[in-house]
Each structure stands twice: as C-alpha cells, then as structure tokens.
C-alpha cells in the first residue's frame, strides 16, 4: 500500500522515486505475480489457489502524484493497480487528482476503489455520521464514474464492528486496513491486511522480506474489534490471543512485537497463542505483528490493529 511518489515534503506517506522504480523492477524481474486486486479478492473468497509470491498493488487516497509518477512507471512495467479514493478532495484540493485523471487512469484499465468521502476517523463516529459519509461518497461516485467501486479501504486503516458490518451490508465485495500481513483464504474478507510502503519502510531489504512472506494462516483471534472504546467493556490491554493452523509447522521461533510495548509476554498452549502485554494501548492507532520464519529463508506474518480513540489528528 502506498500514498505519495516522490513527495519528500511528505516523508511518512511518500516513497521515494528511486525506491519506488526499485520495488517495479523487483516485481518485473523475481518470481512474482502482479495481480490485479479484484483477481485475488475472488480467488479469496472462492478459496482457488494463487501463485506462490502473489502481490497486489494498492494506493490509497487521490494525491496528483499517482497520476504523475505511478502510472506511469506501472503502465510502463505492466503493472495492475487499485486507487482507493476518498471522494470529496478530488478535484477541490491543490495536489489531488480530477475525477479527468481518474477516469484516463481508470479506461486505462485502473481499478478504483472506495476509501469514504471526507477521509474522517469514520470508526469512532456516530452511526449518522457514517451512514451519511457512505451515502455521499456514493453518489459522487455515480456522478463522476457512472458506478460504485466493488471493494473499500478504511480511512487510516481504521474499522469497527459497526462499520465493518456497514460496508459488508452496503454490498462490497471485501475491504481492508492498514495492519500488516498477508491475506489468505480464510482470512475476513472485511479487514484484509496490507503493508504500508513509505521512505522509512520502502528499503530494498524490507521490500523483499514482505513481497516473500507467506501467511501466517489464524483462526480464533481475539479480541475481535480494533477499537478499543472506553465503556465498551474491552479491558485496556485487551486479551489477545490466536490459534495457528497445523501446517504452519512449529512455532517455537514465533514472535510478536507491540508497537508500544517492548515488554510484552507471549504463552503457547498447543497451537493456542497468548499474548500479554505490559502497557495500556495509547491514543490512536497501534499494532501487534507476529512472524514464524521458515526454513527457506522467509516469514509467515500476522498482523493485528488497535485503535483507542483520543488522538489528536
């Protein structure tokens, strides 16, 4: 997942160029297979199996960069790709696409995507306020494409159960976050994981252990909501714990790491893992990603995502 292209005024949502024309000619030259997204989302959901080494490329908002600098060099590679768009800066904002530019990129064969229109912290919003993000971001999109895109992105990577529940019922055919971690079948088709690409996290050696990871098949994932949302009864650290299918092999040499906890503790009971933490989760956004190396060389990778309300924006 991606935003910016060589925008250095943006460091921690940009990619450098070079880095970026590294990850193409990576992709272009290894044993990998660039699908577009609607390809996997239906072999997903069918449970038909993909190609060892599948990636699929994503760019969420609408910054004019896209339109400059990835297509291009993805047009020129061959290279499918989604743009997850948030409706209301398109053509209002200096820096953002036209819906002109969306349309060139999308007969071009471009999937666009729906990621809200206001770009709002949607999950700790209001029912009201959601419902009526949704229903303006809609009509835009009927307006402007003459159709509304069949997948979402959270805004930020942030969902809830209520707001999960919303874009499933809205009848999208799958959505996802911003938690690391590499989809597979079984996964909930309405927070599929996806590595965030910038210039700290877009270095050769990062690139190549997440477009070589393989997934870390779980079922059982506790706690089930992202949000943790004082009054809602969700302990602040929550339980958290998962269960690893068989045929990840061993997990002797599993390891999860906290975004905000250096001390964390980790119990396997069978295939049953345990995680517990030292520290509260503080405001916003924060993560737990675990990882099994293989004997070849590579990682199996689970991500999870946590958001408690009372950042500042």
Request: hydrophobic letters at 40%; charged letters at 20%; a negative charge.
């Amino acid at each position: 997942m991606y935003h910016r292209f060589g925008e250095d005024a943006y460091p921690s949502t940009s990619i450098q160029l070079d880095q970026f024309e590294e990850h193409v000619a990576k992709l272009t030259s290894g044993p990998y297979h660039v699908l577009s997204l609607s390809q996997v989302v239906v072999a997903l959901r069918e449970d038909t199996p993909l190609p060892d080494r599948t990636v699929v490329i994503t760019i969420d908002d609408a910054y004019r960069s896209i339109y400059t600098e990835a297509f291009p060099r993805l047009q020129a590679a061959g290279l499918p790709f989604t743009i997850f768009v948030n409706t209301d800066s398109v053509g209002q904002v200096a820096g953002v696409l036209t819906w002109e530019e969306l349309r060139i990129m999308e007969d071009a064969g471009v999937e666009i995507g729906a990621h809200s229109a206001g770009h709002a912290h949607m999950a700790i919003q209001d029912r009201g306020a959601m419902e009526e993000d949704l229903a303006r971001m809609t009509a835009t999109f009927l307006t402007e494409l003459g159709h509304v895109p069949a997948l979402f992105a959270y805004p930020y990577g942030e969902y809830s159960s209520e707001l999960r529940a919303m874009v499933e019922d809205a009848g999208y055919g799958a959505a996802f976050g911003q938690h690391s971690g590499v989809a597979t079948a079984g996964s909930d088709m309405f927070t599929l994981p996806r590595f965030a690409l910038n210039e700290r996290y877009g270095e050769p050696d990062r690139f190549a252990t997440i477009v070589d990871a393989l997934p870390l098949p779980v079922s059982d994932a506790l706690p089930s909501d992202m949000l943790i949302q004082p009054g809602s009864g969700m302990a602040n650290p929550p339980a958290i714990g998962f269960t690893v299918g068989e045929d990840a092999g061993r997990l002797d040499r599993l390891a999860c790491f906290a975004s905000h906890d250096e001390g964390l503790s980790m119990d396997l009971l069978g295939r049953r893992v345990e995680v517990r933490l030292t520290r509260p989760f503080p405001p916003g956004r924060s993560r737990l990603n675990c990882t099994l190396p293989t004997a070849d060389g590579r990682f199996r990778w689970y991500g999870m995502a946590f958001l408690v309300p009372g950042a500042e924006d």
